[in-house]
């Protein structure tokens, strides 16, 4: 390009006091002339701050999609982070319950047995998920977590909620196929519930995870021998529905522990508090 | 010029996440921003929020340059909309420093005559209101919509303003 703007205009025009009709001259120019663009002179210390502030998006790790669709929802930030980075809502952790649950389901169109196996599989993936919530072990966080200016109990509360809707959702969503199993299909609801919230109760006194494993193994297990001595019996009728725990009664009770689980954890919140800082 | 990456160059490295050759065009590129968009509105932070947002837009997409013209132009449609996004966020803020009358000295009238012609004294010419108008839609390339925001002033506004400038830079260049 052959012609330039005058150094002294150009100079004036960095000042705004150039007339309307040089700006938009010069300002056609600048856009395809790198020279003068070279030439203009802006406060050094506002395009260093501004390129900070640049540099901190595109340095940023990129948000998974569980904590852009918490922003969508109007979650601050740094809670959005902190429930983002739950374990449980990990892509290979949504993964493997996705294929855990089809294979149940499968295994429930099979026959009584199959169908108790679901029923008894489902409560125990929200209990792992939120015993996977928060801790040492699990979570790659967790020294960002403690030291997060929010309470751990919140936190984990938090994240609870978050694992105990995506597992509802999934396993709700895949147990679709077994509708003609009537109200039992929804049967595994009240005992996720009653003992997640005994999970969470429990993880008061000891590591979430001792308290996740703790429970849903004696949950296997009385199940698994309740079945056998049904079995053994004259089989008449629905086999799920002898369950004691799919029984009305059985029903009543996870519900009342859910409801104890919950006055127990808002009681003993401080402990959570402690233990997660020592 | 000077054996340097042209900014298409740039724009490839940047789609390969090469942070470097955003920075490089960031240094070609914020000043003029800067200074452009300062033009468009009297509020410095304002200002800053929209090159910080302009050059995140560039980092993220910038498979939206089509390759014909200049990247400074995209640069600009960009920069100039994001202003226009913190500007309908504040609404009150509205004002385009062109609109509080700069003085236009002796020397700039003379240099206007000299370097544009009539075109330029013609402008120079329209009240604030007619010129800022025929700036935001024909010489910053924006809609009369966006033009609007950027004034704060109603579509319907633009419209008859942007008609009587038109008649009144007819009279003056016949």
Redesign the interface.
């Known amino acids: 390009m052959s012609w330039h703007v005058d150094p002294a205009v150009m100079e004036r025009y960095a000042r705004q006091e150039v007339g309307p009709a040089d700006a938009a001259s010069i300002e056609a120019h600048l856009v395809d002339c790198g020279a003068c663009r070279a030439r203009l002179h802006v406060d050094p210390a506002r395009l260093d701050r501004l390129w900070a502030g640049v540099a901190d998006v595109v340095d940023e790790p990129s948000r998974n999609p569980v904590e852009a669709l918490l922003r969508q929802l109007g979650v601050r930030d740094r809670t959005a982070r902190l429930v983002a980075a739950t374990p449980a809502l990990h892509m290979p952790w949504l993964v493997a319950m996705a294929v855990t649950v089809a294979l149940a389901v499968v295994a429930a169109t099979a026959g009584d047995r199959g169908f108790l196996f679901f029923l008894v599989l489902a409560p125990v993936l929200p209990i792992a998920g939120v015993a996977a919530a928060y801790g040492p072990r699990v979570d790659p966080m967790y020294e960002l977590t403690v030291a997060a200016p929010m309470p751990a109990f919140e936190l984990l509360l938090l994240r609870s909620t978050a694992v105990l809707t995506s597992t509802v959702l999934l396993v709700g969503v895949a147990a679709i196929p077994l509708a003609g199993e009537g109200w039992l299909m929804a049967a595994w609801l009240l005992p996720a519930l009653g003992l997640t919230m005994a999970t969470l109760a429990l993880s008061t006194v000891m590591s979430p995870i001792h308290a996740g494993v703790g429970l849903a193994s004696t949950w296997a297990a009385v199940a698994f021998l309740n079945v056998r001595g049904l079995a053994g019996g004259d089989a008449t009728g629905d086999l799920a529905s002898r369950v004691l725990a799919f029984s009305p009664a059985g029903q009543a009770l996870f519900l009342t522990i859910a409801v104890i689980g919950t006055f127990v954890v808002i009681q003993r919140r401080e402990t959570l508090e402690i233990r997660s800082n020592t | 010029?000077e054996g340097e990456p042209s900014d298409r160059v740039l724009l490839g490295a940047i789609a390969d996440a090469d942070?470097s050759a955003?920075?490089t065009l960031?240094?070609?590129?914020?000043?003029?921003l800067?200074?452009?968009l300062?033009?468009r509105c009297s509020d410095p932070d304002l200002v800053?929020q929209a090159?910080?947002d302009t050059?995140?837009a560039v980092?993220r997409k910038p498979g939206s340059y089509k390759g014909s013209g200049?990247v400074?132009?995209w640069i600009?449609g960009i920069g100039i909309r994001r202003l226009i996004d913190q500007l309908r966020r504040r609404p009150a803020l509205a004002a385009t420093?062109?609109l509080e009358g700069?003085v236009?000295?002796a020397e700039?009238?003379v240099?206007?005559g000299v370097?544009?012609g009539d075109?330029?004294?013609a402008?120079?010419a329209l009240s604030p209101e007619l010129?800022a108008v025929v700036?935001a839609t024909i010489?910053d390339g924006l809609t009369i919509r966006e033009a609007g925001r950027l004034l704060g002033i109603p579509s319907g506004t633009v419209k008859t303003r942007m008609a009587r400038a038109r008649v009144q830079l007819r009279e003056a260049l016949a």
């Not at chain 2, 960031?26 to 003029?32: C, D, G, L, V």
């Open positions: 010029m942070r955003l920075q960031y240094e070609r590129h914020a000043p003029w800067v200074l452009r300062s033009r800053d090159v910080q050059f995140v980092w200049e400074g132009a600009w420093p062109e700069i236009v000295s700039d009238q240099l206007a370097e544009h075109l330029a004294s402008l120079n010129r700036q010489l």
